[in-house]
């Protein structure tokens, strides 16, 4: 069973930037792409984001067009996020998905991380 | 903007027959794949249902996703209701540059 594993929590302070880690076990991590999805506390899910670990084509959310940029490693089989100008806002779980297409975005989800914890505070 | 509705929350007894709509703004819903996630409190989402009706390996056949062009509308359906099944669930689509959009999330009661 293909696991994601993502990196540890993070405390940032406003301003700052971080980078996020999720490590695809197995050998077929060129073959998907990876999305983001973040949640706020005590708030629903909010789509931030795919990449084709393939092509290394992108999909970010409008909001957030300036300030994320994601990447992948194929030789470790890990995608990462990256997230500047944090501002309280941020403040959020973080997850990584595998997508069931390494060509678009809009296929479907079927494997989840277990979420890293970002804190933005001054 | 495209949008996703749901209702905020639905009760059902266990055993019984319970399902969540998910309606879409604008455009026809059954133009782009619809996910379902469940998430129980605490925990990082899991997949029920993939591209409108696909269930990842190890969902029970008890969750079905159903797309009703008429209404443009998609539904979880979830029979034989458990105790372990109350969580909050989520719908999921694509809008017309092909970005992620979520439903606001259902929470599920089963008592």
């Known amino acids: 069973q293909v696991q994601l594993v993502q990196s540890g929590a993070e405390v940032k302070k406003p301003g700052d930037s971080v980078k996020v880690s999720c490590k695809a076990s197995?050998?077929?991590?060129?073959?998907?792409?990876f999305s983001w999805v973040r949640q706020a506390p005590g708030q629903g899910l909010e789509w931030m984001g795919w990449i084709s670990a393939y092509y290394g084509d992108t999909n970010y959310a409008q909001n957030l067009q300036g300030r994320v940029t994601m990447t992948t490693d194929t030789s470790t089989s890990t995608v990462y996020l990256e997230l500047r100008s944090l501002t309280s806002d941020d403040t959020a779980v973080y997850y990584c998905a595998r997508v069931r297409s390494v060509t678009a975005s809009k296929y479907g989800v079927d494997v989840w991380g277990q979420g890293t914890t970002v804190t933005v505070s001054s | 903007n495209f949008m996703l509705t749901q209702p905020h929350s639905v009760s059902e007894s266990p055993g019984k027959t319970v399902t969540i709509s998910c309606t879409g703004s604008?455009?026809?819903?059954?133009?782009?794949?619809v996910q379902w996630y469940q998430q129980r409190p605490g925990s990082a989402p899991t997949t029920v249902i993939f591209?409108?009706?696909?269930?990842p390996s190890g969902v029970p056949d008890r969750f079905s996703g159903s797309i009703d062009s008429s209404s443009n509308s998609a539904s979880l359906t979830i029979s034989g209701l458990r105790t372990e099944d109350e969580a909050d669930y989520y719908c999921?689509?694509?809008?017309?540059?092909?970005?992620?959009?979520f439903g606001g999330g259902t929470k599920l009661t089963v008592l």
């Open positions: 604008s455009g026809s819903i059954a133009s782009n794949y």
């Open positions: 591209e409108d009706n696909q269930r």
């Open positions: 197995g050998n077929t991590f060129t073959s998907f792409g």
């Open positions: 999921q689509s694509y809008d017309s540059a092909n970005r992620g959009v």
